[in-house]
Nanobody, 126 residues
Framework: QVQLVESEGGLVQAGGSLRLSCAASGLTINSRTMGWFRQAPGKEREFVAAIRWTGTSTNYVDSVRGRFTISRDNGRNTVYLQMNSLQPEDTAVYYC???????????????????WGQGTQVTVSS
């Protein structure tokens, strides 16, 4: 059974930091591009960041570039999202997701990821 389990999010003040992790079981991530998405109330799920299985290439949505960092530890089968300088508009449920194996492009599209975590709430207060 494939599972992607995100760490607990939390409540943080504007300007603060939070690190999310996503531990995979039932699949190995070392051949998969991994992504983070988020969904705010009343909005569609949106792309945040992606990282190729080699860890050498990343992609970010413009609104988080320079503040968020995606990374991975294939030995631990885990992906991370370090979030700095958080703002109230970053408030959302955050999801990690896995693409099918050996897909090179760092896709921002929900439909191109085949496994998803259950999501974790991140709330940023002003």
């Amino acid at each position: 059974q494939v599972q992607l389990v995100e760490s607990e999010g939390g409540l943080v003040q504007a300007g603060g930091s939070l690190r999310l992790s996503c531990a995979a079981s039932g699949l190995t991530i070392n051949s998969r591009t991994m992504g983070w998405f988020r969904q705010a109330p009343g909005k569609e799920r949106e792309f945040v960041a992606a990282i190729r299985w080699t860890g050498t290439s990343t992609n970010y949505v413009d609104s988080v570039r320079g503040r968020f960092t995606i990374s991975r530890d294939n030995g631990r089968n885990t992906v991370y999202l370090q979030m700095n300088s958080l703002q109230p508009e970053d408030t959302a449920v955050y999801y990690c997701a896995a693409r099918p194996p050996y897909r090179i492009d760092l896709s921002p599209y929900v439909r191109e990821y085949d496994y998803w975590g259950q999501g974790t709430q991140v709330t940023v207060s002003s």
